[in-house]
């Protein structure tokens, strides 16, 4: 397989192909490949004597620099996917090299005018004629060729379509069917950053009154709006969402989306952005995490003075209360919407300079404390606590993550806490509102265990080990009718064991030890004559 970064090389190449009387197929993509472009490979291959793919994020159909530079960029793994399905080619060019004058952007543009308005054009000024822009380049480059898209984004392929029509392309534009994840999600590069429980959440409303369904939808259009401080000008981080009410089923139809799935599935979502907050905090805050008593996670070894001096909205609504004559929650809110003033419209950075000074100003520590760190372990009675405020008919699998999300104490990114909770609540097909319920005590794991074994991992790594040694040891135990604890201590106790339950105690000893070892905890001494209770 050829690797070209030079548009003449590519050019050249795909000419001589043609002159040798084989036909080219092409594949334009901006990496990140998924089995959705592997489909266009696969049947470019079968149609076309000569496979070449083009690998190119286009900055010119970026709007948002911020989603530029997310945009996942996969090189090294693409061109192993590309080599494994026999593409003969692949044109993976630096931006210069197809805009020679960037960062300053190209004085010609092509724009499809029909096909590019409405819908996503809409949406996303200039994203069409920037993606007309480099698909009439790359036409230019290949010459003679059939062209691969996938009707995913159907948008898209209408106005290549056009495009290569209008301007005279010796292309054929070829459409490939939308191919789609195990959940129904429709594969795209960017879902790597598309939340797990965005798409659980995502359905759309079937049918009506009693005989109401749901279908799972493609994702959320939505919008995210990150705030940095209150409205008294203290240090305030909140993110607030806004998700478009229509959405596109998996069954091809656009409706309106179930607010009951997204309502549902707000606490897990709430979970997993407070655990993703503590994660990323922590190194950089010091101290450790402490359970609030009116809720919530809160750094310990902060100065009380440095905490009250910032907290000046609280203490608004609280004054504001009190003049009014009541604590109870309306009363509350009643002086929280009283207080609500304008929000500072300075820059993040303006912000943190002010709020540095102003603790000076007051003889405030702002330096970190040296307290130990919080291990990755789950606080279990948190999340068992977490999970008993449910409902009497059981719980949701978004039940389970919301419940692990708030009992990582030292935090974790939302991806790892949902790949955690599949080892106890597998991924089901329920969607939106109907997922299945299952009762609490299928997600706690039993005081012998615990006892045994420690608290679980916070992430996903982990988990297999955790739950080996668990089911080594409830073996054990099943095996033999252990129902209570055994002890161990007593010479004679241990006489009266068969031969081939002793060859068992030890080899779980033995799991329990190692395991507790990998997963950073002290190890449990194996030998009986310590007088260490593992069965317990």
Not at 256 to 273: E, K, P, S, T
Not at 401 to 406: F, I, K, P, Q, S
Request: with cysteine; charged share 25%; hydrophobic share 45%.
């Amino acid at each position: 397989m050829e690797v070209l970064h030079s548009a003449s090389t590519f050019r050249s190449t795909l000419e001589a192909a043609r002159c040798e009387g084989r036909s080219v197929g092409l594949v334009p993509t901006m990496g990140a490949l998924h089995a959705g472009h592997e489909s266009l490979i696969a049947r470019a291959a079968g149609e076309c004597d000569l496979v070449a793919v083009t690998i190119f994020v286009n900055p010119l159909q970026f709007g948002d620099p911020t989603d530029l530079e997310r945009y996942p960029r996969t090189l090294a793994p693409d061109l192993e996917r590309c080599r494994a399905l026999g593409v003969a080619v692949v044109f993976a060019p630096g931006v210069t090299e197809m805009y020679p004058d960037w960062p300053e952007p190209p004085a010609t543009v092509v724009s499809v005018a029909a096909e590019a308005e409405g819908w996503e054009g809409e949406a996303r000024p200039g994203h069409f004629d920037g993606v007309a822009t480099v698909v009439a380049k790359l036409f230019s480059l290949a010459g003679r060729c059939r062209a691969y898209f996938g009707e995913k984004d159907f948008q898209q392929l209408a106005v290549v379509s056009r495009l290569a029509r209008d301007l005279s392309f010796a292309v054929e534009v070829v459409g490939g069917p939308t191919v789609r994840e195990a959940d129904g999600l429709a594969l795209s590069s960017r879902n790597t950053l598309l939340g797990p429980e965005e798409r659980r959440a995502a359905t759309v409303r079937r049918g009506s009154g009693d005989e109401r369904a749901v279908c799972g939808a493609d994702g959320l259009a939505a919008a995210g709006f990150t705030h940095w401080l209150s409205r008294a000008g203290d240090p305030h981080l909140h993110t607030h969402v806004v998700a478009a009410n229509l959405g596109h089923g998996e069954d091809g139809r656009w409706s309106a989306l179930d607010g009951r799935g997204l309502f549902a599935h707000a606490r897990a979502a709430g979970a997993l952005y407070g655990a993703a907050l503590r994660a990323g905090i922590a190194p950089s805050a010091g101290g450790s995490w402490r359970w609030h008593d009116r809720g919530g996670w809160e750094l310990g070894g902060a100065d009380p003075a440095l905490l009250a001096a910032f907290s000046g909205r609280a203490a608004e609504i609280r004054e504001e209360a009190a003049r009014r004559g009541g604590g109870s929650p309306g009363s509350r809110r009643i002086a929280w919407a009283a207080t609500r003033g304008p929000k500072d419209r300075r820059s993040a950075a303006e912000l943190s300079a002010d709020w540095a000074t102003r603790a000076r100003i007051g003889g405030l520590a702002l330096g970190r404390d040296t307290v130990e760190r919080d291990t990755e372990r789950l606080d279990e009675h948190r999340f068992a606590a977490e999970l008993s405020a449910g409902p009497p008919s059981g719980v949701t699998r978004r039940d389970v993550v919301a419940a692990w999300g708030t009992a990582a104490v030292a935090g974790a990114p939302g991806r790892e806490i949902d790949a955690a909770v599949d080892h106890w609540v597998p991924s089901a097909a329920g969607r939106g509102v109907a997922e299945p319920r299952l009762a609490p005590a299928e997600c706690v794991p039993a005081p012998h265990l615990l006892r045994a074994l420690g608290p679980r991992p916070v992430v996903s790594d982990g988990q297999t080990v955790w739950r080996g040694a668990a089911a080594a040891l409830d073996g054990y135990r099943a095996r033999w009718g252990v129902t209570g604890p055994e002890p161990l201590g007593a010479r004679e106790h241990l006489a009266a064991f068969p031969t081939a339950r002793l060859a068992e105690r030890v080899e779980v000893a033995r799991r329990v030890r190692e395991a507790r070892l990998e997963l950073g905890g002290p190890a449990l001494p194996v030998l009986a004559r310590e007088g260490v209770a593992l069965e317990r």
